[in-house]
């Protein structure tokens, strides 16, 4: 029997009382077998009442070994049978002494089976033994050096870091991210930090790059500008004046606007750049020790970090982090899936050819296997003695017996079998020596 979602139970839920269909077919093999068992049992007794009757009636003396194998196979089978239910049940119903193992046992069985299972199977030396012959590293190694696997596992933990993700609350991770980040860059002075910043770039001559860039794009919008001009020439100049006067002069101004670009972005020690380079140093000592300039900078920065687009970068930063990272994790071909895969293939490398960084592996594997057996050992095998303990004694014994009773019938065949020979064996040994 299945359960209504048409998953097998597991052994909790048998022993709960749930049936599955492999209870119901070791059921009827037990019933088989006792019946077989039975069958023998019987066949035994029909043999020695017709063995008795016969030698009542002076029946041949081959009569006599037939009914003493017959007498001692009866015997054989009954002990067994005795001996079997014993296990689990009191024989007849009768309470007898040292019957119902299992019920009246459970619990300390429970506890001999987690003593056993820690002593034999959760010793640190049995692990550590086990673990070496294993080579874990090693052949961790090669699987994960072939491209297939590696595939396999970079999938494997895009799902993992997908449900993750998932996992959290957009609104926690967003509030992390504006006090760690937003609320932070926004709390210190900028003035003094800035002014340190530029200072430095100016020592190093860094704004040197700067200015040939602004003289060049001066230049060049220089050699562009003869319609500007002539069109503010035009706009401003008195209504009395010719208009060849104003082309004279609009003619002028472009050409001394285009020397003087020229002669800027040609010449590193032109008297401009130095004086941008002057105010660019007093700018910054400014900004670190001038309380003006400071209390300008602050307001630059309050004004900043009220915009609304900064009061939602943390939003809009995990947002759009989370979307690239989901659509990441699902592409077979993503950046991110195919360096995951190319990381694995890597150290599966690495472990597959490297027998030093193997031989660390495999003992870092021994030492954390072996401290978790020690530390937690009673705690693994307390869980076997805590789950018999919570089961009821009768349902246990049931299940016990319908898992290993069919087996245990081949016992009480034995005995009929057994005792049988041997009765014949001890008449016959009798009939020689007497």
Known sequence: MVTTSGQRPSFAESIAGVDSAADAERRRGLRRMKAVALGFLLGATVVFLVST???SRGAAGWVGYVRAAAEAGMVGALADWFAVTALFKHPLGIPIPHTAIIKRKKDQLGEGLGDFVRENFMSPEVVATKLRDAHVAERTGKWLADPRNAERVAAEASTALRVLVEMLRDEDVQQVLDKMIVKRIGQPQWGPPVGRVLSSMLAEHRQEALLQLLADRAFEWSLNADEI????????????????????VGDRIHRELMDFTDKVR???DHELRKSATKFLFEFADDLQNDEATIARAENIKDQIMAREEVAKAAETAWSTAKRIFLESVDDPTSTLRTRIADSVVHIGESLRDDAQLREKVDKWI????QHLVSQYGTEITAIITETIERWDADEASRRIELHVGRDLQFIRINGTVVGSLAGLIIYSVAQILF
């Open 366 to 369: 021994v030492r954390a296997a």
């Open 229 to 248: 001009i002539e069109r503010v020439i035009e706009r401003d100049s008195p209504t009395w004046t010719p208009r060849w006067v104003d082309g004279l």
């Open 53 to 55: 009757w016969a030698q």
């Open 266 to 268: 040609r010449n590193p």
